[in-house]
């Protein structure tokens, strides 16, 4: 099949790309043509736009982060390239939507996976898109894989008629957090939605150690990752408990903070990557970045923030028995920390959700 993902554009956010990664590469695997949707989330003037590029290229300042988001950008475009397929031009409108879906002859759409009906990050006057607001001549399978409201509620109340019809036309919906198939049922009155991983964990470490060839032969550190998205006093202070629990048994204990710029730029995506694979200890405040301690069977911690939302945590940690390692407050039990974590068992439980978790996405693309 002819397949367009339509996600948040991967750009400079390392769980956003790897997401996408993993997801195209699964449907590729199994023979598909797989296309990404090029969706911009604001239409800016063109002096706007300008003001931008100016404010993103002017050294010595950073605006509103513009310019550590620009740099960013640029440092890991070559890993999009190389390892995304193909994007369409680029669209704002669901009429722009439209246009492209008979362009391209699709057979199918997917939306997902990350927070892609998560109103704060899609609210720019076009959300629809989001929702597949389009109507051909040719049928054109909707589906919806891993999709995430980001939150235990819909942000904005008044569009819930709209969505609510869009949804229904679906052919298939599964969002990534339990909390979501409650959102679609209760709020959206969408029934039969199923609740799957996140296309990161579609695949195993396999998949991304081949991403390590040049890095292999960097010497081992002992280190402990973090990888902190909101920093404050408190996790500050979680951290610190973590290395003066862990160091004795280590002598030295390196942290590597993957939220920060090193020497030489930005940490790559398969640094980000290695860094964690290859860390004797992560504490993050990141889905995904929980999610690669996983993958990589690594000792971890991960500290709750009920802002952000917590079920997208909560839901995958309770499932395979691993709810303790939510840390949620300022302090951390020093057995927590020093508990090693048997992922024998946890691996049986993983593998049998992402058996369920492709037979729906393949199940859905077959009906």
Request: proline fraction near 3%; aromatic fraction near 10%; charge should be positive.
């Amino acid at each position: 099949m002819k397949i367009g993902i339509l996600t948040l554009t991967p750009k400079n956010n390392y769980g956003g790309i790897l997401q996408a990664v993993a997801l195209c590469g699964h449907l590729e695997k199994h023979g598909h043509d797989v296309v990404l949707i090029n969706k911009n989330r604001f239409k800016k003037s063109v002096l706007i736009r300008m003001a931008v590029g100016f404010i993103e290229r002017l050294p010595f300042q950073n605006i509103k982060n513009k310019r550590k988001d620009y740099l960013k950008t640029k440092q890991l475009k070559p890993f999009l390239d190389k390892n995304l397929p193909q994007k369409t031009k680029e669209i704002v409108s669901s009429l722009d939507l439209k246009k492209l879906v008979e362009n391209e002859g699709f057979d199918a759409v997917i939306v997902g996976s990350d927070q892609v009906w998560r109103y704060q990050y899609i609210g720019d006057g076009h959300h629809n898109v989001f929702f597949l607001d389009f109507d051909t001549a040719k049928p054109v399978k909707k589906i919806a894989y891993a999709a995430s409201f980001g939150k235990d509620e819909w942000e904005a109340p008044e569009h819930i008629a709209q969505i609510s019809h869009l949804l229904s036309n679906f052919d298939a919906i599964s969002t990534r957090e339990k909390s979501g198939v409650k959102l679609c049922k209760n709020t959206f009155g969408v029934p039969g939605v199923m609740n799957v991983l996140d296309p990161t964990l579609l695949v195993g470490a396999d998949f991304y150690d081949r991403f390590f060839s040049k890095l292999k032969e960097r010497p081992p550190q002992k280190t402990i990752a973090t990888y902190i998205l909101d920093r404050n006093k408190d996790k500050e202070a979680i951290v610190n408990a973590v290395i003066a629990c862990l160091e004795p048994a280590f002598c030295t204990l390196q942290q590597v903070n993957l939220s920060e710029q090193k020497n030489e730029g930005f940490y790559s995506v398969e640094e980000w990557m290695w860094n964690i694979k290859n860390a004797e200890f992560i504490v993050t405040d990141s889905f995904h970045g929980m999610v690669f301690s996983i993958i990589f069977e690594k000792q971890f911690v991960v500290v709750g923030n009920e802002k952000r939302g917590l079920s997208r945590f909560t839901d995958l940690l309770n499932e395979i028995g691993l709810s303790e390692r939510l840390v949620l407050g300022t302090e951390i039990d020093p057995i927590l920390i020093k508990e090693k974590i048997n992922y024998s068992d946890k691996n049986k439980i993983l593998a049998a959700m992402r058996n369920y978790s492709i037979n729906f996405l393949h199940n859905s693309m077959n009906c």
